[in-house]
């Protein structure tokens, strides 16, 4: 009895032992459920445009496939200085919308997480493209980049979209019979990001 006793014990402690994952098989395991919900078919980057008459500039930062993500928006102050004016933060299901001038923002949670489902379905931005009803064209380049082209009008406004890998790289508007075309100014594929760029501002009452 004795003997059965402790060979159970045994056995227990080998099961215990053998279940637990160490660090590198857990970041290996996050990585592959981040891998198989991405949002781009690029680990890492980030994405800078101009858009207008140098109106409005946005900075994306992002990781894990896309499920990792932070926007800045800054706007001309018309002296010729962008000012931060708001920052979206996704992290998982969670995402964060923030205002910086009033320091107000709101939190949005979605119990089911992010997932694209990759090139199968478009990445998001395409997906969302086509559920919209907008147009696949031709491809296009936007430098050396070869992105797919979509096309949609609404209220007599006009949007082209060229999305590299479901990340979009140029927009152009037409509206009153003139075309306004966003401009990329960096693009860094696969760049490792400082993950300070991913924290929610501080001192930010949410509502």
Known sequence: ???????????????????????????AEQLNKDKDARIYG??????????????????????????????????????????????????????????MG??????????????SGGEAFDFREGRQMRMAGAEKLPNEKVGSYDCEVWDITMFDVSTRTFLYKGLTLQEQIKMDGETHTSKLVRFEENAKVDIAQFAVPKDIVFE
């Not at 900075?59 to 001309?76: K, Q, S």
């Not at 009033?102 to 997932?115: A, E, I, M, R, V």
Request: with cysteine.
């Open 42 to 99: 690029i680990e890492s980057g980030i994405v800078e445009l101009i858009h207008g008459e140098n109106e409005t500039k946005e900075i994306r930062y992002f990781d894990r496939w896309g499920t990792r993500e932070a926007l800045y928006t800054y706007i001309n102050d018309g002296e010729g200085n962008f000012v931060h004016q708001k920052t979206a933060i996704n992290i998982g299901p969670d995402s964060y919308l923030v205002n």
């Open 102 to 115: 009033d320091k107000t923002g709101t939190k949005l949670s979605n119990p089911f997480g992010q997932f």
């Open 1 to 27: 009895m004795k003997k059965l006793l402790t060979a159970g014990i045994t056995l227990l402690l080998l099961a215990a032992c053998g279940g637990a994952k160490t660090k590198e098989e857990k970041k």
